[in-house]
Every structure is written in structure tokens, then in C-alpha cells.
């Protein structure tokens, strides 16, 4: 059973930068890929980065040159390191481990995390 575990959210100013960590157990991490979603009040959750698992990464285009996704294997460990976080990047963010099944994408999520960017 996947299990999901988020760490690292809190209250940032404008500017700054926080790390986010996702520990995930009850799954081979090495075979998933893995992202980071999130969910601003009254708004549909978004794709941040995704990072596959030969380590092959992409990012929304709001986030790129200011957030890094990256993992240990070693640790079952996924991190987005968020630079220059700017007001709009406030939301509950989620880790997720994805897994292709036949044509079917199963994805298990965790509970989420939050940041919050303000002065």
C-alpha cells in the first residue's frame, strides 16, 4: 500500500525559499515516477514537477528556472526546493507516485502540505 508523507511547508515572504520532502513507503519508490500538485483556494489542482523515474524531469511553465524537483532512491525521497516564491505560489501541495498499469496511470497521493507566501 502506498503511503505518502509530506514535510516541509510553512509560512515564506516574498522571495524567500522553502523545501519540501515526501517520504513514501509500502512501494518499490526506484519504479515510480513522482510529482508535486498543488491546490490554491477555489482553484483546481495543478501539475508543479514531475520527475520519472530514471530521474528524466519537467515543470509548469510558472515554476521553471525558480523550482527543483529532484529524489533519493536511497532515502524513498522526493524534494521540491522552491526559489523566489512569489504570493501566487501559495497552496496546499501534494506529493504524488504515479505508476503505469497496462494503459491505466494509478496514482496514490498524500495528504498535503502548506505554504503560504506573504509579507
Known amino acids: 500500500q502506498v503511503h505518502l508523507v509530506e514535510s516541509g511547508g510553512g509560512l515564506v515572504q516574498p522571495g524567500g525559499s522553502l523545501r519540501l520532502s515526501c517520504e513514501g513507503s509500502?512501494?518499490?519508490?526506484?519504479?515510480?515516477?513522482m510529482s508535486w500538485y498543488r491546490q490554491a483556494p477555489g482553484k483546481e489542482r495543478e501539475l508543479v514537477a514531475h520527475?520519472?523515474?530514471?530521474?528524466?524531469?519537467n515543470y509548469a511553465d510558472s515554476v521553471k528556472g525558480r523550482f527543483i524537483i529532484s529524489r533519493d532512491n536511497a532515502k524513498n525521497t522526493v524534494y521540491l526546493q522552491m526559489n523566489s516564491l512569489k504570493p501566487e505560489d501559495t497552496a496546499i501541495y501534494y506529493c504524488?507516485?504515479?505508476?503505469?498499469?497496462?494503459?491505466?496511470?494509478?496514482?496514490?497521493w498524500g495528504q498535503g502540505t502548506q505554504v503560504t507566501v506573504s509579507a
Open positions: 504524488c507516485a504515479a505508476r503505469a498499469i497496462g494503459a491505466t496511470v494509478v496514482r496514490s
Open positions: 520527475i520519472f523515474s530514471g530521474g528524466g524531469t
Open positions: 509500502g512501494f518499490t519508490f526506484s519504479s515510480y515516477s
